[in-house]
């Protein structure tokens, strides 16, 4: 998989509607849609059958989902490895769950990222000082084509 069709993909993204538990580009996405879709557009189909889900990612349980969901289709990978096209999650507050994610699009002094955010829907934010302190993991999409 060349890193630089996910941010290709990712970026044919821009401007689609925040819709939580969407996922269809110009329509509606959330985070998590923009993960799927960006999967669906690099191997052709989802990677798992995605169940109903709140927004508070089961925060109340202090489950995973989302990170545990991940470790399933992606490939782990150090924090500070970064590339373009790495997916990564973010904790958005210190001990709840990790529960938004989005794709490196740029590396560098202005490295930036994709991502859908409630209210905006799907942008490229400059990957700035108080979003890379809620990083806390960092995948990449698997190499060869998923079945």
Known sequence: MKRDDIVTEARFWLGTPYHHQASTV????????????????????EPEAVPAYSMDWSEPQ?????????????VGKPLQAELPGDVILFRMRAGAVAKHLGIVSTVGAQAAFIHAYAGRGVVESLLSAPWRRRIVARFEFPTERQS
């Open 62 to 74: 202090g489950q995973e989902r989302l990170w545990q969901a991940a470790l399933r289709h992606l």
């Open 26 to 45: 110009g329509a509606g996405t959330d985070c998590l849609g923009l993960i799927r879709g960006v999967w669906r557009g690099l191997y052709g189909h």
